[in-house]
């Protein structure tokens, strides 16, 4: 058995005005997040671990869109019901946040397998939502972040 690498990527995926993208799991309906995923190989490059999980589970292409590294790295504990994921005696992941600024609330290719369904929603509508606390954090540091990447980027959506 092949084993997920315990290291990942949070992409917290919004528009100009925070509206937040959010998918609901498939193995734990009721369970909303952002997209995340775990690295392919140990020296996947993180923003492309952050690219491919965008369009694996939303059909989004990343490189339309501003990618941003929000530079901010947690760690957490494996919930108990995905350790079997993981090899034996891995109990906690590290994972680092990236946004991924729209120009609107596009329309999105669900992963069947990964996603029932999903929603956009307003900032603190979606944090609320998120059943991960620092899935939630992630969303309402998005304001400040967003902000910031403005200061040195284009608007939200347009190409450089």
């Known amino acids: 058995m092949s084993y997920k690498i315990p290291e990942s990527v949070l992409v917290v995926i919004y528009t100009p005005d925070l509206q937040v993208l959010l998918l609901e799991r498939a193995d734990r309906p009721g369970f909303w997040q952002s997209v995340t995923g775990s690295l392919d190989t140990l020296d996947e490059p993180l923003a492309l671990t952050a690219a491919r999980e965008v369009s694996e589970e939303t059909g989004i292409i990343a490189g339309e869109h501003q990618l941003t590294d929000w530079g901010h790295t947690i760690q957490y504990e494996i919930y108990p019901q995905w350790r079997h994921r993981y ?5 906690r992941n590290t994972e680092h946040w990236f946004g991924l600024c729209v120009s609107g609330a596009l329309p999105v290719a669900l992963a069947p397998r990964e996603h029932l369904q999903y929603q956009w929603l307003p900032l603190e ?13 992630a969303i309402r540091q998005l304001a400040w972040r967003a902000a910031q990447a403005d200061e040195r980027q284009p608007a939200c959506g347009a190409q450089p």
């Open 87 to 91: 090899a034996d005696g891995v109990t």
């Open 125 to 137: 509508q979606a944090a609320h939502q998120c059943f991960s606390s620092s899935n939630a954090e």
